[in-house]
Structure formats: structure tokens, C-alpha cells
């Protein structure tokens, strides 16, 4: 059974990077058929897709965020990681790992990992 | 951005009741649909994809319709486990949007 499990610090200071780290157990991260990526949801509200990546190193951005957002994969250690850069307190939010499929009409997400709470404060 | 609109945002409902949401897209995505149900502190959990394709070790309960820019999720009858927050999200394009989520609560 795929697993996805994000790591990375709670707290980050304004103006600082945020940095997580996904790692995939259960299956291989270089699989062609799949696109990996992150969500977040701030406290009590939606979710919001950020960024996505393959294993080859594509990627797919949400336009408002691609100037601060940075997304690698590491397929030696089955991993891929977020950077969002100059954070504010409405970056404050869990963010969420995921898997979603290669191509237009599989690109939902069917694996998630249980989420982290980042939270941006002096 | 493809925007996409749920409603309602709340609806209380008893165990056993018929249950149904809607989602609006702000311009036509065909049938690249999917619905999540989110319980709270948890990972949202895929329960519909292509509009109306069931995922695997979903209840037969859910079920889905809907193509263009109108769609709707349906319970057919209520059960305890199903009290939880539901979302829509459109993969029409690779930029994905998620609509703002109806929470089904006990009545």
C-alpha cells in the first residue's frame, strides 16, 4: 500500500523559506504514470494545489505562487521536497503531500499523505 | 483559474436521508471532475473521479453526475461515517482549483 509521509519544520519565521520533505514508501517515486505533488489548507478553510512535479523533474506551478515556490524529487531516496520561499502568516496552513496520475484526464489525487501543520509567526 | 462554487456550504441532514451537493465551474471542464470527503485532522479521501467513476472501496452510497460546468455529489442514504466536509475539484487543466467545500453536519 503507497504511503506518503511529509516531514519538515512547524514553525517558520516571516520572511524566512519553509521547507518540507515527502517521502513515498509502498511504491517507487520514478514511476512514468505518476506526478507528485502538494496541497495546503490554512486552519478551518479549503484546499489549494501548489505545485506538482515528476519524477523526471516536470513541473506544473499554480501561477500566483511560482515566483516563491521551488519543487525537487530525489528518486535515490524516494523523495520529494517544497520550498516556499518569503512566507507570510497567510502561508500559515497544513500542507499536504499527494500523488495524482501523468495525464489531463488523471491528474486528481487518489494517495495523500496525513498532512503537516506549518505555521508562520516571529 | 477555473473557479468552482459549492453549494450549499453547510447542510444538516439525519442519518438516512438523501444527500445532495453541488459544484459549478466557472467555464466548461467536461467530465474532469472529482469529489473528496475530508473528516477533521485527516487527509482528504478520493471518492469520485471522471464525474461519476466510483473509486475503489468506495460505498455504492456515493455517486456522482454532472459534465460541463454543473455537477453533483450524491449520498443516497446518510450513514454515521458520512458526517464530514466534501470538495469538489476540477483537473480540466494541470492548474487544479478545489471548490470551498460543503460540510454535511448532524441535523
Known amino acids: 500500500q503507497l504511503q506518503l509521509q511529509e516531514s519538515g519544520p512547524g514553525l517558520v519565521k516571516p520572511s524566512e523559506t519553509l521547507s518540507l520533505t515527502c517521502t513515498v514508501s509502498g511504491g517507487s517515486i520514478s514511476s512514468s504514470s505518476y506526478y507528485w505533488g502538494w496541497i495546503r489548507q490554512p486552519p478551518g478553510k479549503g484546499l489549494e494545489w501548489i505545485v506538482s512535479i515528476s519524477y523526471g523533474g516536470s513541473t506544473y506551478y499554480k501561477p500566483s505562487l511560482k515566483s516563491r515556490v521551488t519543487i525537487s524529487v530525489d528518486t535515490s531516496k524516494n523523495q520529494f521536497s517544497l520550498k516556499l520561499n518569503s512566507v507570510t502568516a497567510a502561508d500559515t496552513a497544513v500542507y499536504y503531500c499527494a500523488r495524482s496520475g501523468r495525464y489531463l484526464g488523471l491528474i486528481y489525487f487518489d494517495y495523500w499523505g496525513q498532512g503537516t501543520l506549518v505555521t508562520v509567526s516571529p | 483559474d477555473i473557479q468552482m462554487t459549492q453549494s450549499p456550504s453547510t447542510l444538516s441532514a439525519s442519518v438516512g436521508d438523501r444527500v445532495t451537493i453541488t459544484c459549478r465551474a466557472s467555464q466548461s471542464i467536461s467530465s474532469w471532475l472529482a469529489w473528496y470527503q475530508q473528516k477533521p485532522g485527516k487527509a482528504p479521501k478520493l471518492l469520485i473521479y471522471?464525474?461519476?467513476s466510483l473509486e475503489s472501496g468506495v460505498p455504492s452510497r456515493f455517486s456522482g453526475t454532472g459534465s460541463g460546468t454543473e455537477f453533483t455529489l450524491t449520498i443516497s442514504s446518510l450513514q454515521p461515517d458520512d458526517f464530514a466536509t466534501y470538495y469538489c475539484q476540477q483537473y480540466n487543466s494541470y492548474s487544479r482549483t478545489f471548490g470551498q467545500g460543503t460540510k454535511v453536519e448532524i441535523k
Open positions: 471522471k464525474a461519476s
